[in-house]
């Protein structure tokens, strides 16, 4: 099975800062690598597809990019409504596994 | 535009069968894969299952032996089935469906699912 690990597994940023997560796996994915955020008690949404596809009506602040085993999420302006636990995801071969997850709050 | 309801039995005793249905509004069945996922309290999300509009399916092999998913193409619904439910086993299941390039995409809003004598 494919292993998924993100770093951090936290982070506190203020508005406006640039926040960076990155997302690694045991083998290579290619580029079937996606990216949700979740927020609490409800069901993860999909940011970006295939390493760096941004998702209809996602802000553009968000960004995805990275291929094979090492692959990075950008939010480029964080803003008030984004803190959140945000999940990468490898849809190369079942089973389709997620990283632990990186939660994101506001300083 | 598609939507996911999903609806099932909440509380459970140990031994018992965990059943859990969704419902596919404004889309074909096809040509997707229709998975499930869980996510244990305060934990990360774990990939169940998935099955197509044929019936086809692939399990997580550390469900396999408990595991079953089914397909009903006429009122566009899947459903899940778990038996000899544990504490383990409590989480919140949420249904999604899975583009061919990979992504899940919508989800269903979840049930959650206890555990408890």
């Known amino acids: 099975d494919i292993q998924m690990t993100q770093s951090p597994s936290s982070l506190s940023a203020s508005v406006g800062d640039r926040v960076t997560i990155r997302c690694r796996t045991s083998e290579t994915v290619r580029n079937y690598l996606n990216w949700y955020q979740q927020k609490p008690g409800k069901a993860p949404t999909l940011l970006i597809s295939s390493a760096s596809g941004l998702q209809t009506g996602v802000p553009s602040r968000f960004s995805g990019s990275g291929s094979e085993t090492d692959f990075t999420l950008t939010i480029s302006g964080l803003q008030p409504e984004d803190p959140a636990t945000y999940y990468c995801?490898?849809?190369?071969?079942?089973?389709?596994?997620f990283g632990p997850g990186t939660k994101v709050d506001l300083k | 535009q598609v939507r996911l309801e999903q609806w099932g039995a909440g509380l459970l005793k140990p031994s018992e069968t965990l059943s859990l249905t969704c419902a596919v509004h404004?889309?074909?069945?096809?040509?997707?894969?229709w998975t499930w996922v869980r996510q244990a309290p305060g934990q990360g999300l774990e990939w169940i299952g998935e099955i197509d509009h044929t019936g086809d399916h692939t399990y997580n092999a550390s469900l396999e032996s408990r595991l079953t998913l089914s397909v009903d193409t006429s009122n566009w619904r899947f459903s899940l089935e778990l038996t000899s439910v544990s504490a383990a086993d409590s989480a919140m299941y949420f249904c999604a469906r899975r583009h061919r390039s990979g992504r899940f995409d919508p989800w269903g809003q979840g049930v959650l699912v206890a555990v408890s004598s």
């Open positions: 404004g889309e074909s069945f096809r040509p997707f894969f």
């Open positions: 995801q490898q849809s190369y071969k079942t089973p389709f596994a």
